[in-house]
């Protein structure tokens, strides 16, 4: 030990120091910085005398491994949530005022007000106006699902473009890690950004990670290869436009099929899986229980020979295009929503007479049953009417099915929708809460912490002090020892 | 012991989460403290959502019921009155019938009082109430009773007198028709022409189905008498009969006859007329019951209902007021943090 | 004649103290330059025979004492291609003629022509990784060459060897239908991962490597060329299976049995073949879970950085995350540093006492550890030097009044005469 080894020694001190404050100052800096990980600067003694200053980064791996987990969970819930309130909005209203049921419901009324006044031609204009006014709102509803299906594809495709676009970010984020690790240089700001970079992946599909040499990252979707060495393609083919039997293309990680998730507290985790749901799920068995309404109103409203002499029930009041032939019994037929209108015989804007609604007889002759012509012939309206309330068989497929009235079945597709909604909401806010909960303690654990900076900063300005006046002490001692030489 | 580290972010970020939680809460207890009713029904109903629209369309379709069955009430009581008012002229008829056939000059007059009868007994009958002719049946867009006078029914009824007495009833040969073969006549042509198969072609267009209204949402009652019920028929002949013949030729002996069926065909005429109105009234009470039983249901179904989607008001304002508190204490506490920092404390 | 004695005396007094002060200015004036070593001087005395009545003055001899054992101060520097030597040892170096020294000056820069230089234009030397790992010779020169870095441009390495290590699901169904082997779009399968493998020309290639479960405890692996993969439904491939095996594994714990195979080998195209070993796969209940994939190889690259570790290693890392080791810095120590002969530079080389030179790794045995980003400061210190001078000084001073006495003395003797 010499004067100047000291003196040496105080110059390293100096240059810790400053470089010690280097890190304080990022760590301020990035006091607000959701994806920082805090750094501290540690001194190691490296040999008698020299000392330097290794950083190091605060991760908390277990942690930050659950918190993207319950990312992918809780974003994969919050879209499912979010799509069934868009749906809610334009297949129930407020109120239910958009319901199938709500129009239904208004059609028996005009129903039951033309069949207490059967020879008021108004009256049946009327009805047959309700009629039109509910089968608009199915197609309505049907169009409106089909176009968020198919805003639900473009959404698909966009999120496929990004997590591309992630995964190339990825890769250079990976290499500049490996890069320094190898080099030994500071790495941490890379893997802060690299940590970023698997949130928001993590957001669309769920991650796991295997560490290789190097800190070289393997990502793994499911049992798919997400990211391993290179990018792995994600490919999805968008469909321009959806039609009630339109069924959407698969996302594809590396060529295997993403899982669309189930429940409304969703299996998926990661939007991609939770719009895959609302895409082939949700939206598809809401289309089918809107389908079952308009084939039970075909039904119900079809013509029947009077006579009993065997001739078929034929399509009457509401008709589609395969008519007149009944849709078959007890099976959805995808698209009759969107078909489904009033028979132009009975509408009279299009000159059609509504009282064959009264008197039967759109099929022909043999299918009328007012055969004299009465005017105050109810007997069919009445019909008509108490038959919204006998119980039919509705398919299955729906979610919904078995033998139950049109009205209650269509009150049932609302209640399959909020039900739904409601579920998923409950779960969006546990899951919510979960991620909140992790993702706090994450960042209560990597995070800064300003007062604990700020007083470190003041040891380093203690440190810096004593090293400053060390070289003083150590300049004056040379400053005298020179003095002596004369 | 381990103290945990704690940054500065996760300190205000544990108040930001909380305050943006209480504001949302906020914003839809205010709405269901002044609407009284749940914010998001669907929400919090889930799968029981269908049941209150149901519920709600239930209780839509009962009021359409109790407004039609409005029409059918006042339809029954124009019917019911029409009824009064046609006994009260056949009743005429009656008691003109009653005192004296024997002068000529009285003939007339009980031919005149018949044929006012006849007439208003036809107006009556096609009396129309709401653009349907009550006593039409389900015929309701025909007058039921074509008038006596211009219809067939006279022309039928000249005929059938020529051909069973091969005379007119203004011929002198009139005179000496006696009773027994008048009273053939009566019951074996003129009666089949209008309590028979005569009524449909020259009176009456009415159908014989009354017509049929749905009272509740699983029963349906008739609710119009068809103009071809006997009463309508007998209070027609019986003046018919009585302005045909006291005004010709007749004998004394052929209008006592005549007198005598006009008394027994309006006797049985009032008789089943005051059925009728029995049977009208019977149906009155069907639909008030009807009525009765719908707001029943209604008020149950609305109580229900509103069990669904009301909100207790006292819990509601309490919540209200509770999140204003905390988020007032979130504010205190974010300000009292904000100064809370070793920055204050080194200058 | 003692008079005479004593004046030769006390001139090597001063010719000795003036070679001190000698030192101390080139000590003070090297304080600062990097590697050197404070040099003193040594003094001993060199006695002339006399009788018992009479004493003969002998003289000072000086000896020139360096101190190279000594190690200076490790300074920290931002060039990781300053380089020092924590503990024994010296690196080798090359200066223009070829000829070898050591030295402890460690702040080399690379010149033109990627050769590491040090501020004394020695070049600095290592052993080639070129030919394989190379080992050092323990009493020669032999194999060592200049260390130089930037036209090493690698050549790609095809992939030869990997691992890929992974649980298939127990409970997983069987796949009765057609599997990956037969390459059919009928084909159904149950896992499916994919690696990424180097060819000749260190292109990646993409294989994907299906796992089909076809009857209990027996799963069919298939490895195909991603490329050849049908849009959408990737079967069938244009291509059949590269390779196809089949693993079984012991019901008992779950592990492949021992009858079944451990590895897959297969030939990438335009590449060699390479074994991925199966050794550690497990067949237990829970889900699909990748656990290792790693396949060797490279693709060409440029070098983007120089990092040297403390095993003397110098790595090249390359833009595509690859580390390859190019050269191996040996450290050549001998019995006895002090006594190497010095050269200018702050080079040694063997001298007539300091033993034999020998080359070995570093922080092998005794020798030291080479740090990379730090330069070891000269081991002056001033203060000792100043001390010294003003020692000589005094000294010098003290001999030359003997000298004057002396001379004195012969005056007074010349002036008896007279």
């Known amino acids: 030990m010499s004067l100047t080894t000291a003196l040496n020694i105080a110059q390293t001190s100096l240059l810790n120091v400053g470089r010690q404050t280097s890190v304080v100052s990022t760590n301020i800096t990035n006091s607000e910085n959701e994806n920082y990980t805090r750094r501290s600067a540690a001194l190691e003694s490296l040999t008698p005398g020299a000392r330097v200053v290794s950083i190091r980064r605060h991760a908390a791996l277990d942690l930050f491994q659950g918190s993207i987990r319950a990312l992918s969970e809780n974003s994969a819930q919050q879209t499912i949530s979010n799509q069934l309130d868009n749906l809610k909005s334009v297949l129930v209203g407020a109120d239910g005022e958009l319901s199938a049921s709500a129009s239904l419901t208004k059609f028996h009324d005009a129903l039951q007000v033309y069949s207490s006044s059967p020879s008021n031609g108004l009256l049946g204009e009327s009805a047959v106006q309700s009629a039109k006014d509910l089968v608009r709102r199915l197609n309505d509803a049907s169009s409106s699902i089909q176009n968020t299906r198919a805003s639900i594809d473009g959404e698909i495709s966009g999120t496929v473009d990004q997590l591309n676009d992630l995964l190339s970010k990825f890769y250079d984020a990976n290499l500049k890690v490996m890069n320094g690790t190898i080099a030994g240089s500071d790495i941490n700001d890379s893997l802060d950004h690299r940590d970023a970079l698997l949130k928001e992946i993590s957001k669309i599909v769920p991650v796991s990670t295997i560490n290789r040499e190097n800190n070289d990252l393997v990502l793994v979707s499911g049992g798919a290869t997400l990211f391993e060495t290179t990018p792995r393609n994600v490919t999805f083919d968008a469909q321009p436009a959806y039609g009630p039997t339109t069924v959407g293309s698969a996302v594809r990680v590396d060529g295997i099929q993403l899982s669309a998730g189930t429940g409304s507290n969703t299996t998926a985790k990661g939007t991609l899986g939770a719009l895959l749901q609302v895409r082939d799920t949700v939206t598809v068995n809401l289309q089918g229980q809107l389908d079952e309404v308009a084939r039970g109103l075909i039904e119900q409203f079809a013509e029947n020979d009077p006579s009993g002499g065997g001739l078929p029930p034929l399509a009457g009041l509401f008709t589609y295009p395969g008519g007149p032939g009944l849709p078959p019994a007890g099976t959805v037929v995808p698209g009759l929503a969107q078909s489904i209108s009033v028979n132009a015989l009975f509408d009279p804007a299009e000159g059609g007479n509504p009282a064959l609604l009264r008197d039967g007889g759109a099929n022909g002759a043999a299918y009328v049953e007012n055969t004299t012509g009465a005017a105050a012939f109810s007997d069919r309206l009445i019909r008509f009417g108490e038959q919204l309330d006998k119980p039919i068989t509705f398919d299955g497929a729906t979610g919904i099915g078995g033998d139950k009235s049109l009205l209650s079945f269509a009150a049932g597709s609302v209640s399959w929708l909020e039900g739904y909604r409601s579920d998923a909401s409950n779960a969006a806010a546990t899951k919510d809460a979960l991620y909140v909960r992790l993702t706090s303690t994450l960042t209560a654990e990597t995070g800064v912490n300003l007062d604990q900076e700020m007083s470190r900063l003041l040891d380093l300005e203690h440190t810096f002090e004593a090293s400053a006046r060390l070289i003083r002490a150590v300049d004056e001692m040379l400053q005298d020892l020179l003095a002596a030489v004369r | ?347 | 004649m003692s008079l005479y004695n004593l004046m030769r005396t006390s001139v090597s007094g001063m010719s000795a103290q003036a070679n001190r002060l000698s030192t101390v200015a080139d000590n003070i004036a090297n304080s600062d330059t990097v590697g050197y070593k404070r040099k003193s001087i040594a003094f001993s005395t060199l006695v002339v025979p006399g009788t018992k009545a009479q004493y003969n003055p002998g003289s000072v001899v000086t000896t020139v004492r360096e101190a190279i054992s000594l190690q200076g101060v490790l300074n920290p520097t931002s060039s990781s291609t300053d380089l020092a030597i924590d503990g024994d040892g010296f690196f080798i170096v090359h200066d223009s003629d070829g000829s070898p020294f050591l030295t402890r000056a460690g702040s080399f820069v690379p010149d033109d022509e990627g050769r590491l230089v040090n501020a004394a234009g020695q070049y600095l030397t290592g052993y080639s990784y070129a030919n394989g790992i190379p080992s050092a010779v323990a009493n020669g020169f032999e194999g060592l060459e200049m260390v130089t870095i930037n036209n090493t441009d690698l050549a790609a390495t095809p992939s030869t060897f990997g691992e890929f290590v992974a649980n298939l699901p127990q409970a997983a169904d069987i796949v009765t239908g057609d599997t990956p082997s037969s390459n059919l779009a009928t084909t159904d399968f149950t896992q499916k991962s994919s690696m990424v493998v180097h060819d000749n020309f260190g292109g990646r290639v993409v294989l994907d490597v299906y796992f089909t479960k076809t009857a209990a405890n027996t799963w069919e692996v298939a490895v195909y060329n991603q490329a050849d993969a049908a849009p959408d439904t990737s079967f069938p491939y244009a291509s059949g299976a590269m390779a196809t095996t089949t693993l079984t594994f012991d019901p008992a714990n779950g592990r492949l049995a021992t009858a079944s195979s451990t590895q897959i080998a297969f030939a990438v195209p335009d590449g060699v073949t390479v074994d991925v070993d199966l050794s550690e796969m497990t067949q237990l209940a829970t889900d699909y879970m990748v656990i290792a994939t790693d396949v060797n190889g490279n693709p060409p690259a440029f070098v983007e950085s120089i990092s040297i570790a403390e095993d003397g290693t110098i790595y090249a890392s390359y833009d595509n995350g690859s580390l390859q080791p190019l050269y191996r810095i040996p450290i050549a120590t001998v019995m006895s540093p002090d006594l190497l002969q010095a050269h200018s530079g702050n080079t040694y080389t063997q001298g007539t006492d300091s033993g034999d030179i020998q080359i070995g790794f570093p922080a092998d045995g005794d020798r030291g550890r080479v740090l990379s980003g730090r330069l070891e400061a000269s081991n002056v210190d001033i203060a000792d030097e100043l001390t010294s001078m003003i020692q000589s000084q005094r000294s010098y001073t003290a001999n030359s009044k003997v000298f004057q006495t002396g001379s004195d003395l012969m005056d007074v003797l010349v002036n008896l005469k007279r």
């Open chain 2, 1 to 347: 012991m381990k103290v945990p580290y704690i940054s500065s972010l996760s300190i205000s970020q544990a108040l930001r989460y909380s305050m943006a939680s209480a504001q949302s809460q906020l914003a839809s207890a205010e709405r269901e403290v002044s609407t009284g009713r749940l914010d998001d029904i669907g929400l919090t109903l889930g799968h029981q959502t269908g049941k209150f629209i149901s519920l709600k369309g239930d209780m839509q379709r009962l009021e359409t019921l109790i407004d039609t069955n409005g029409l059918a009430s006042s339809r029954m009581k124009v019917s019911q009155s029409a009824i009064s008012q046609i006994v009260s002229r056949t009743e005429d008829i009656l008691s003109s019938t009653a005192s004296g056939v024997g002068l000529d000059a009285d003939q007339s007059v009980l031919a005149s009082v018949a044929k006012t009868a006849l007439a208003d007994i036809t107006a009556i009958l096609n009396t129309s109430h709401n653009g349907d002719y009550i006593f039409s049946g389900v015929n309701s867009d025909a007058p039921p009773i074509t008038d006596y006078e211009t219809g067939p029914a006279k022309a039928a009824f000249d005929t059938a007198f020529s051909t069973f007495f091969g005379f007119s009833k203004d011929d002198a040969a009139a005179q000496a028709i006696d009773a027994a073969t008048m009273g053939t006549f009566l019951d074996t042509v003129v009666e089949p022409q209008f309590l028979g198969t005569g009524w449909a072609t020259n009176v009456s267009a009415a159908a014989d189905d009354a017509i049929l209204s749905r009272i509740t949402l699983t029963q349906s009652v008739t609710t119009s008498v068809s103009a071809n019920e006997d009463g309508f028929r007998q209070a027609v002949m019986a003046s018919v009969i009585t302005v045909e013949l006291f005004s010709g030729n007749l004998g004394e002996q052929a209008r006592s006859a005549v007198a005598s069926k006009t008394r027994q065909l309006a006797g049985s005429a009032v008789g089943n007329l005051a059925n009728l109105q029995g049977r009208v009234g019977l149906l009155e009470q069907q639909v008030t019951s009807a009525n009765e039983r719908l707001e029943a249901q209604i008020d149950i179904l609305g109580e229900h209902a509103n069990s669904l989607e009301a909100v207790d008001p006292y819990e509601a304002s309490t919540r209200l007021t509770s999140l204003i508190t905390q988020i007032e204490t979130s504010y205190a506490l974010t300000a009292r943090i904000q100064k809370l920092s070793l920055m204050r404390f080194v200058s």
